[in-house]
């Protein structure tokens, strides 16, 4: 029971740190990204390559994740996705879809097909048993750190300037410009940052769910219903949303209710459940603002 | 200007707009013509013609009620598995496994379904709807995997047998008249959606899609005019997977999965959102890219969809109607 | 420009016409084809490349003339997609008018071919497909890989004889998993075992904890896995996660799990592991050895796994047929002279079973073990002639 819910919690983690920054990307801009887990791929195979071409440590490519995808991010944005903030939700899915599908041959071409496997460093191999329950260590850093992340996003966002400009520009965009912050500055930034987030959180799951060219489609849907149940006003809506979803999908995998002598397997539907019954009573999200307008 | 001068003029507007033009009946012959010059690629255009239909049908939805739906498959795959278990039902003897009755059956319960679904996909703005859109095609894919006493689960849909069109023509191995067939239906589908886009309904919900405050202030029922145009497209879709599980008589999983659901997306925007034509359009450029691609590089025809995708966007408004429109001015403006 | 454009499109519209009829009229008649519709892109796309690499490699060695005939090979891509899968077949038959059909990555794209089988007349040689039912579903279905009952069941006799008494089993949700679990649990009630529970994972899902969690629980003497070539890295990574050896849980599997192709990703956590199945690389023949350097030789990063000496036997099955009949292309004939044609392969001494069409082979129980650097599956104990057990079973009844 303890277990599933701490495999429930680092899920759930890993699921924020993935989704975060398109929650915030979405918010600002309301721009749809659906290209958000090509960059999580990204930063999970740079993991990979530094790992098995050169020989370094997880902890490397953690880092090492990060930096790149934000930089990949940020020429993107400035280069690309700035000419599709006028368009249309539609022609912005459209131009994500075939980011992730180019995105999705290339790491085919030049990775192959086959999932990658990353070997999690000695330190954190095996589980700590604790007696009454065992504890994988790598789950545990997982955890630590995600949690010392979420921490680290939201005094940043609450506490310095540049947090409250954001915070601004995410409540109201015009207005925020008419104040003479630089709202296309703060987005770049923002964009930048949460890319890296994704690298980072690719980084991280590579070794807990296999990796392969297939990823950003795959998670993209798990994206999307982080979203949509935690709203994108914050950063908490997400995290408490992220964390909900780890610990139902793996308890409804875990428990199969029998009725009638018949196993019902529910572990399929729990998340979309949820997400359908929340967006049906509080179709701002769970965690998200009704809209003041 | 008198009020009944406008009155006529709009009347003339309208039908001017009800109009077929040369273009329109040209394309119309030129697809029954395929069947004769190309009897080799029967096959795919009858997967063509299918997939013209499922584009019609979220076109319906997307570009004329601007619902934005990223689970459209949903109705896809049910009219399949609608159809394919009557066909199954029927062991091949009419009536029950007549593919034309099936066509209808399939229509009803997606349409009925349809029109379920439509009260909870109204609620909530874009992402909203494409969330709920998007998380009840999951669950009928989870759904239709679970049932594997009905839908043959992760195998298939074994022993689908339609019996002649009508009792009268087979489905040959050549997929000639399986192509014909669903291009008939297509047509009259199409016709009948063509009507409804003109008639002072479709009009209803263009001026939803424009404005729905507005729309509501002059008196038109928007919820109930966008629950019955999401009920249409549900049924639309449902006889496109209901053409698919006939004619190729086997309905697996994949019917049900996302991919489905975006590639006709992709198709329809890809095409040219609300213009019928640009469904029919988008998916013959879909298919004959996929085919042109796929044959060149088996394994990276999706690196080349995705960067026309792209390009797409960047340098073109309105899709691939949008590209000749933009061409035709063009000519027109380098002629004077 | 607008009329040169036109004019532009016209001429391709008409060489076009022109491509797609010649074919028809250029045949040549001492020309035979073969359309192998594989999985090149999507989940399964690893199936379809190391079925095409033993092919190529095939062609290579023992050329391209059988039965005094040329034999062409076309391959094809269905992305793992059934209705593509059926249209390709259908369009290779009535367009390129070949002599037989093969391929088939997964189980219900070999069903949706069956039709097509059926009607034309073709043979379907299936070269990767699983499940015990495909060669029932039409008379010209001829298998050269496996079934997994046929690979299940000398494992489940292996744990019995190695005093396991209570198991637990965790498969991927769809036929060739149920039909693992069904002949392991079958097999473990008959030999006085006992089944504590049957876990079933969905098939695209790459989270396996809660699953693994709930076996762990249950304290069985061992947990049998199966999952499909392609997902056995990401499983066994977890199931190492969880740590089964500290509680004295043996953890065995069909070798879809230790796939040759992904096994020296997987490092050494996997070493010990027992599993059963039909071909391993470091199968020791003659044979094999040359195979196995053919192969590598020509595809430098890989390895060969059982989804290629599916194929490559698919071919030698095919070249076979044709040898017999002397060129006769009739799919009644070639199926008839495919039926008990037996031969030695790179896995061993194999034989189409008359009676069903399904492949009668040798079953090896495996350990994972380091050599030379790598990690191979060393077979230790070989179970003869393993012919499909569940249609064995309905014909001894």
């Known amino acids: 029971m303890l277990t599933i819910l701490f495999d429930g919690l680092a899920y759930g983690m890993l699921l924020f740190v993935l989704a975060v920054g398109l929650s915030i990307t979405l918010g600002l801009m309301n721009f749809i990204n659906l290209a958000h887990g090509a960059f999580a791929m990204a930063g999970g195979y740079i993991a990979v390559v530094m790992m098995q071409r050169f020989g370094l440590s997880l902890f490397w490519g953690l880092p090492a994740a990060f930096v790149i995808c934000a930089i990949v991010g940020a020429v993107l944005e400035r280069t690309l996705y700035v000419r599709l903030y006028d368009k249309s939700h539609l022609e912005q899915v459209m131009f994500t879809i075939g980011l992730v599908f180019m995105s999705m041959a290339a790491v085919d071409y030049f990775m192959g097909a086959s999932p990658q496997i990353v070997d999690v460093p000695k330190i954190l191999d095996g589980n700590l048993e604790l007696g009454f329950v065992s504890i994988n260590k790598y789950r545990l850093f997982v955890i630590v750190f995600c949690a010392l992340l979420t921490v680290v996003l939201q005094l940043g966002l609450s506490k310095t300037r540049f947090g409250s400009r954001l915070r601004a520009a995410v409540d109201d965009a015009r207005v925020a410009r008419g104040l003479g912050i630089d709202v296309t500055k703060i987005f770049a930034l923002t964009f930048a940052f949460g890319s890296g987030l994704a690298g980072l959180g690719g980084a991280l799951g590579a070794a807990i769910f296999s990796l392969d060219p297939q990823f950003p489609l795959k998670f993209m849907i798990y994206f999307l219903v982080v979203i949509a149940v935690g709203g994108t006003s914050t950063i908490t809506g997400p995290f408490f949303a992220s964390i909900l979803l780890g610990v139902a999908d793996v308890a409804g995998k875990y428990y199969t209710p029998e009725i009638g002598g018949h196993k019902i397997e529910i572990g399929g539907f729990v998340i979309y459940t949820i997400m359908v019954l929340v967006l049906i009573f509080r179709p701002q999200g769970l965690f998200g603002r009704a809209p003041g307008k | ?336 | 420009m607008f009329d040169r454009l036109t004019r532009r499109q016209t001429i391709a519209a008409f060489t076009l016409a022109a491509t797609a009829l010649t074919p028809l009229a250029a045949r040549a008649e001492d020309t035979v084809k073969i359309g192998v519709i594989l999985p090149m892109t999507g989940p399964s796309a690893s199936t379809g490349r190391e079925i095409e690499a033993a092919i190529k490699l095939f062609q290579a060695q023992k050329g391209d003339k059988a039965g005094g005939k040329k034999v062409e090979v076309i391959i094809k891509d269905d992305t793992g997609v059934a209705d593509i899968t059926k249209r390709l077949a259908q369009e290779l038959v009535v367009n390129d008018h070949v002599a037989a059909i093969a391929g088939f990555g997964l189980t219900p794209l070999a069903l949706a071919a069956a039709p097509i089988a059926t009607q034309a007349k073709v043979p379907e040689i299936v070269m990767a497909a699983g499940t015990a039912i495909i060669t029932e579903a039409s008379p010209y279905i001829v298998r050269t890989s496996f079934t997994l009952p046929q690979n299940t069941m000398p494992i489940a006799q292996w744990a019995l004889k190695n005093g396991v008494k209570k198991v637990v089993t965790l498969v991927s949700d769809y036929g060739p998993g149920i039909d693992a679990e069904k002949t392991f649990v079958e097999t473990i009630k008959a030999g006085g075992g006992q089944v504590l529970d049957s876990l079933r994972a969905p098939l695209k899902n790459p989270e396996f904890a809660p699953f693994l969690q709930k076996a762990k629980d249950l304290k069985p003497d061992a947990l049998f896995l199966f999952v499909p070539s392609g997902f056995g890295a990401a499983l066994m990574k977890q199931v190492v996660e969880r740590g089964f050896a500290a509680d004295n849980i043996k953890v065995i599997a069909t070798g879809d799990v230790t796939d040759d192709e992904q096994l020296n990703n997987m490092g050494d956590s996997v070493l010990g592991m027992i599993t059963s199945h039909n071909y391993s690389a470091d199968h020791d023949s003659p044979e094999n050895k040359a195979y196995v350097a053919a192969f590598e030789k020509a595809n430098p990063n890989m390895r060969p796994n059982f989804m290629s000496v599916g194929g490559y036997d698919g071919m030698a099955l095919f070249y076979g047929a044709l040898d017999k009949t002397k060129g006769d292309t009739d799919g009644t004939k070639l199926v008839d002279a495919m039926k008990g044609m037996a031969w030695t392969s790179p896995r061993g001494p194999i034989s189409i079973d008359p009676a069903t069409r399904d492949v009668v082979q040798n079953v090896y129980i495996r350990k994972v073990e380091r050599k030379n650097g790598q990690l191979y599956n060393v077979e230790f104990e070989t179970v003869p002639n393993v012919k499909d057990p569940f249609k064995a079973a309905k014909a001894g009844k």
């Open chain 2, 1 to 336: 200007m008198s009020t009944g001068r406008r009155t006529s003029q709009a009347m003339s507007w309208f039908a001017n707009r009800a109009r077929w033009r040369w273009p329109e009946i040209a394309l119309w012959i030129a697809a029954y013509a395929l069947v004769i010059l190309f009897p080799s690629r029967a096959l795919l255009f009858n997967e063509v013609a299918i997939l013209a239909l499922f584009a019609v049908s979220l076109d319906i939805v997307l570009g004329y009620a601007g619902i934005v739906s990223l689970g459209h498959g949903a109705f896809f795959g049910l009219g399949a598995y609608a159809a394919g278990l009557l066909a199954k039902a029927g062991a091949g003897v009419a009536p029950l496994s007549d593919p034309t009755l099936g066509l209808l059956f399939a229509a009803l319960v997606c349409g009925f379904v349809g029109y379920i679904t439509s009260f909870l996909v109204l609620r909530g703005a874009d992402l909203t709807r494409l969330m709920v859109t998007l998380g009840v095609a999951l669950i009928f894919a989870e759904l239709a995997n679970r049932m594997a006493w009905l839908t043959g689960g992760a195998d298939g849909l074994q022993g689908v047998a339609p019996s002649k069109i009508l009792g009268l023509f087979d489905f040959d191995l050549y997929g000639r008249n399986a192509y014909l067939y669903s291009l008939t239906v297509l047509f009259l589908l199409f016709v009948l959606a063509r009507k409804i886009v003109q008639s002072p309904y479709g009009l209803s919900l263009r001026a939803i899609k424009g404005n729905a405050l507005r729309a509501r202030a002059i008196g038109i029922p928007v919820n109930r005019r966008l629950n019955a145009a999401y009920t249409l497209g549900a049924a639309y879709a449902g006889v496109a997977g209901a053409l698919l599980a006939q004619t190729t008589s086997f309905v697996s999983l994949d019917v049900l999965e996302f991919h489905r659901s975006a590639d006709v997306m992709l198709i329809v925007i890809f095409g040219g959102v609300g213009t019928l034509y640009g469904a029919i359009v988008g998916a013959a450029a879909y298919k004959a890219m996929y085919d042109i691609l796929a044959a060149a590089t088996p394994q990276y025809w999706q690196f080349w969809l995705g960067l026309a995708l792209v390009l797409l966007v960047l340098f073109v408004r309105g899709g691939i109607l949008g590209l000749v429109a933009e061409v035709r001015r063009r000519i027109a403006g380098h002629g004077k």
